[in-house]
């Protein structure tokens, strides 16, 4: 997520999934629900009568809530039909050029590849913000602040180092990543700050959503990178680690950065000849706008009430028309 989480995402990895005719990861269906009370128009219109619109999925699942939430509105409100495909952050940017990619709706700031396909090669376009912020961070469970008071100062950190210790941190206290496709700071500023830690990757966001469950429950020493929004932080408490402030371009060398991650204004990114015939599809994008606690709620529906997402997505725009009408062309 660098999500550039100053960067976030990812850097070579391989396509997570395939075009689903609905979202598809965290239990989602791969058929769309069938249209409910509010929902004839497009019923009489047709799906897909207008077009089919590409959006990348990228593999958190605040994504997925997004997506499903545009998915189903734009089916079942306006008549589209959307591919929502799972690939990693950076691998969606290419798709601008290609074809494959129309819109990715949760961008965490690439400046790099916001330089190559927006400035020079002029296939995509900031679509606006999404209305989320982002907050990317080390964080540690609760009850460590309570048991050591000092501990969210990161000057001192390296006294509590050997309560991190494991199997797989070679001597140092384990400083856990998250999934390694993130572009993100850790390491080096595990080094420039001079840190006793070692960088050991969970894998993934479900196993870093585990790892902090499980060192919640059973106290446990853990630290480690997390972010809001993520439906966890309504189940369990996190505290963020107080690295040094961020400043404007302190973290412009990535080999040298020793200061705290940016807050993100997320925005989207659109592909400009899809803009350019979009019609009510680009206009329905670029009005897209929700808070961090409209998507964890439906979040928390796909991750921890069983929800298929376009389910999950169904509960929130029936309790919420207010907000998604401003949307509508």
């Not at 550039?4 to 999934?17: E, P, Q, S, W």
């Not at 496709?181 to 196993?207: M, P």
Request: aromatic share 10%.
């Amino acid at each position: 997520m660098h999500r550039t989480r100053t960067t976030r995402l990812a850097a070579g990895i391989a396509v997570l999934g395939i075009v689903l005719a609905a979202c598809s990861s965290g239990g989602g269906s791969s058929t769309a629900p069938s249209a409910g009370a509010g929902e004839s128009a497009a019923a009489s219109a047709g799906s897909g009568d207008k077009g089919t619109v590409k959006i990348a999925i990228n593999p958190w699942v605040g994504a997925q809530a997004n997506v499903a939430v545009v998915k189903r509105l734009l089916e079942t409100k306006l008549g589209y039909k959307v591919e929502a495909s799972e690939i990693a952050e950076e691998l969606a940017w290419p798709g601008f050029e290609t074809g494959d990619t129309d819109a990715i709706i949760e961008n965490w700031g690439h400046p790099d590849l916001e330089k190559l396909y927006i400035t020079d090669k002029k296939v995509a376009q900031d679509a606006g913000p999404n209305g989320v912020t982002g907050i990317i961070g080390w964080y540690v469970p609760h009850w460590m602040v309570e048991e050591y008071p000092d501990i969210l100062d990161s000057a001192n950190l390296n006294k509590y180092a050997d309560l991190f210790k494991t199997s797989e941190s070679g001597g140092k206290g384990q400083f856990l990543a998250s999934d390694p496709t993130f572009v993100t700071n850790d390491e080096a500023l595990i080094e420039n700050l001079g840190l006793n830690f070692k960088a050991v990757y969970s894998g993934s966001e479900a196993a870093s959503i585990t790892a902090f469950q499980t060192a919640t429950e059973q106290k446990k020493p853990l630290i480690g990178y997390f972010y809001d929004p993520q439906w966890l932080h309504s189940q369990i408490k996190l505290d963020k680690v107080n690295l040094p402030a961020w400043t404007e371009g302190c973290d412009k060398d990535l080999k040298k950065v020793a200061c705290d991650y940016p807050a993100y204004t997320l925005n989207k990114i659109v592909r400009t000849k899809w803009l350019d015939a979009a019609g009510d599809a680009g206009t329905f994008i670029k009005n897209f706008s929700w808070t961090n606690a409209d998507q964890s709620s439906v979040a928390d529906a796909i991750t921890n009430k069983n929800m298929k997402e376009l389910d999950a997505a169904k509960v929130w725009i029936d309790a919420n028309a207010a907000t998604w009408q401003k949307w509508m062309p």
